[in-house]
């Protein structure tokens, strides 16, 4: 039965069939008989960027997080080596994102989870703030991340799961989970304001793929990705005349590539627009399915976030700190790339 569970929670595709319970995505529950009783810190597992940095935030000093997936590394095409194989099974318990993002996992998070919690952070989502593209029904688009609001109650799941396996730490997990919170809140109202400064009708983001719904949605931007939601998806040339006529109509200034998508789709969008007479730029390089560099600034999810509202804002024609909410990002954000 167990193996099953998370079969249905983990249908290859780039999103997630929606369950007759309705849950936003689907855990192997903690079993009494898996709760922590070795030594700290406890090893926790975790694939994506987004998903391991919860769980540093949230874990503090009793819990360490082994990331699989690196800066630029696209999760949906991504395959568990026979190295990561042996890592998931070496760690105590595992996070991944869910909604499908990691199909290609599959098979591994299934025979993973019959001996150790396997926990979808995006478990308590609600489906109300999920978005079903029309074109894939049945299947939600798992880049949540990109509202920041709606994001946000991923760290409830994490918290929630590591009390669960460690209830001797629960307060802490509780405490961290509150003021991380805290934190994003900040940084939502930040999207909300930057965004807001970019005059009205060059709120169009173009990108290479459709990474960026919830972002539209949550700071009010009329998203067109040249791909569709997953990054296996070609695009035609259909597809990129639409968005050339668009960009020329709407005198939109600046597109984006991004970190962990080839950018020839987009450079084809520029010349496109050249040759029908619109000066049109590559605003700069966003994070979709990734963070940036382990380490740095961007390499966390609040800088992963700052980057992308701030580049956008000002490349688009708002009004944003070069540096960001915090001072901390590391380039000049919204100097177009010609």
């Known amino acids: 039965m167990l193996p099953l569970l998370l079969a249905a929670t983990l249908s290859v595709g780039c999103g997630r069939s929606m369950s007759s319970s309705g849950a936003a995505g689907s855990s192997v529950p903690a079993r009494a008989e898996n709760a922590f009783d070795g030594e700290y810190p406890i090893e926790a597992i975790a694939t994506t ?28 095409l991504y395959k568990a080596t026979r190295d990561d194989v042996r890592t998931i099974m070496s760690g105590d318990i595992v996070f991944y ?10 098979d591994t998070l299934i025979k993973v989870a019959r001996n150790k919690p396997v926990i979808a952070v995006t478990e308590r989502i609600p489906e109300s703030s999920l978005l079903e593209p029309a074109d894939l029904a049945g299947h939600y688009d798992p880049h949540v991340w990109m509202d920041v609001s709606a994001w946000a109650e991923c760290v409830d799941a994490v918290a929630k799961s590591l009390s669960d396996y460690d209830p001797e730490h629960g307060g802490d997990y509780a405490a961290n989970a509150s003021a ?29 793929h459709d990474a960026f719904n919830y972002f ?43 970190s962990s998508v080839p950018r020839k789709n ?14 049109l730029s590559v605003g700069g390089e966003l994070f979709s399915d990734a963070m ?34 915090n001072g901390k990002l590391g380039g000049e954000p919204g100097k177009a790339h010609q």
């Open 180 to 208: 991380y919170r805290n934190q994003l809140r900040g940084l939502h109202e930040y999207g909300l304001k930057s965004i807001a400064s970019v005059p009205e009708g060059s709120r169009i983001l173009v990108t290479s």
């Open 49 to 76: 960027g987004m998903v391991a940095d919860i769980v540093r935030v949230v874990g503090g000093t009793h819990v360490a997080v082994t990331q699989l997936l690196g800066a630029g590394v696209d999760p949906h």
């Open 292 to 325: 940036g560099t382990e380490g740095t600034y961007e390499g966390t999810y609040i800088g992963m976030l700052d980057h992308n509202i701030t580049l956008v804002a000002r490349s688009l024609g708002g009004d944003a700190p070069a540096r960001g909410m």
């Open 216 to 258: 539209g949605r949550a700071y009010g931007l009329d998203v067109q990705g040249v791909q569709g939601l997953s990054t296996e998806s070609e695009a035609g040339l259909q597809r990129i005349n639409e968005l050339v006529d668009l960009l020329v109509e709407k005198r939109v200034p600046a597109v984006f590539v991004e």
């Open 266 to 279: 987009i450079d084809a969008l520029v010349e496109g627009a050249r040759a029908k007479g619109h000066a």
């Open 97 to 106: 994102s869910g909604l499908m993002l990691e199909g290609k996992m599959s």
